[in-house]
């Protein structure tokens, strides 16, 4: 099962494919930089590549409308740009939330005043977004989230509370927060969806956290009076809009990811053969499930493309990425046996922890069965909304 890709689409794909050569040269060292576990990689540079991109028109491609300073793609034309982007090994995106989240759900839920304000920065690669969902005590069962926002005297939102893990917050200018408004609210009722720009000096502070990885890609985030800018969808219809928001993340973006994970596949396979791992039957076993996995994940990727109304799509998607990475982490390290343990470069008082891509690989992949809601969580996702179950007790 593969994309009919038409004589337009090939003509797109040429286009893109020059596009990223020529680019992707004028900056050496950015490519294969950034992304899951190396987020802090070329940081500046990268800041730099999303008003490159914006310029080029190659942000908010998938965009129903246009008007915004986005090129409007068809949806094969949008996974040529996602795979083309994916086999160069162009840089982590840093605008991602932005353009794939929020302004999807601005489309859906905004006002055209909102959807003026907000996309064309987003279009330009000007304007970067983090997400402030999860807290403690509030990751997987949102609903349960105690930041809250009142207005002051002036009638503007005024938040405060924590938020955590938080991607990029600290390299963000706007959060989309969800916030309790209603005093007394319960769960999903008394939400709205606030707009919050970050540059607010006392008001929020942002802590990055270490991982098992060394690097800090994601933060607490903590909000002292923040004033909010707007409010998507009205006052109270947070949880809808929210609960929106979280059925963008699938589609075209999964398949870009297979590419990703094809390449680190085989990294993987050159390290077995070329140590002669590969000679050990249960291990080339491994390898061969791995790779069966991932071209029937990128068939289901296919078959969901474009779906609106399939509601366990993402959930199966997600349970599935999450612990084929985990597998294909695990092996990387054992196929390098002992020499998986020690480091690249020696041990020194300035740089005391440092880890090679297949050790970064191991240990960032402990985090894919829980980050993005847990495999737990989309479980009960599958059992409730699509096999009809009775709903957890809550």
């Known amino acids: 099962m593969e994309f009919g890709f038409g004589d337009e689409d090939e003509t797109f794909r040429s286009e893109a494919r020059a596009w990223l050569a020529e680019h992707i040269r004028a900056h050496p060292g950015i490519a294969g930089r950034g992304g899951p576990g190396s987020e802090h990689e070329a940081a500046g540079e990268r800041r730099a590549w999303e008003k490159e991109l914006g310029s080029g028109g190659w942000i908010g491609l998938g965009w129903r409308e246009g008007g915004y300073g986005n090129r409007v793609a068809t949806l094969t034309q949008q996974v040529v740009w996602a795979e083309e982007y994916a086999r160069v090994r162009a840089p982590g995106r840093y605008g991602h939330i932005g353009e794939n989240l929020l302004a999807p759900t601005l489309l859906a839920h905004g006002t055209e005043e909102q ?24 990751g997987s069962d949102l ?57 607010q000096p006392g008001h929020i502070d942002v802590r990055p956290i270490q991982q098992l990885t060394g690097t800090s890609e994601f933060n607490e985030v903590f ?9 998507v969808g009205g006052e109270g219809n947070g949880w809808r809009v929210a609960m929106g928001l979280l059925g963008f993340e699938r589609g075209v ?9 094809q390449e680190e596949l ?36 296919l078959r969901t493309l474009g779906g609106a109304e399939d509601a366990g799509a993402p959930s199966v998607a997600k ?57 737990e969580i989309q479980r009960t996702i599958i059992a409730e909304r699509v096999l009809g179950l009775p709903r957890e007790a809550l």
């Open 143 to 199: 609903a349960s989230l105690r930041t809250s926002a009142a207005r002051d005297g002036d009638g503007r939102w005024r938040v405060g509370g924590q938020k955590v893990w938080t991607s990029l917050a600290h390299q963000a200018d706007w959060c989309f927060v969800l916030a309790r408004t209603e005093p007394g609210s319960r769960r999903h009722h008394g939400l709205s969806f606030l707009l919050v720009p970050m540059d």
């Open 253 to 261: 973006s999964t398949l870009a990811q297979q590419v990703g994970f």
């Open 266 to 301: 085989n990294t993987v396979v050159r390290d077995a053969v070329a140590s002669g791992a590969v000679r050990d039957p249960v291990l080339a076993d491994r390898l061969v499930r791995l790779w069966a996995e991932l071209r029937t994940m990128r068939w289901n990727a």
């Open 319 to 375: 349970l599935l990425w999450g612990g084929w990475h985990q597998r294909l982490g695990e092996l990387a390290l054992r196929v390098r046996g002992a020499a998986a343990a020690t480091g690249p470069h020696d041990w020194t008082p300035e740089a005391p922890y440092r880890l090679d891509e297949r050790q970064r690989l191991f240990l960032f992949s402990r985090a894919d069965t829980i980050y993005g809601g847990s495999d």
């Open 223 to 231: 909000f002292d009076g923040a004033v909010a800018a707007d409010v």
């Open 115 to 138: 959807r003026r304000r907000f996309l064309p920065p987003i279009a330009r690669g000007e304007e970067l977004w983090c997400q402030g969902y999860s807290e403690p005590g509030a």
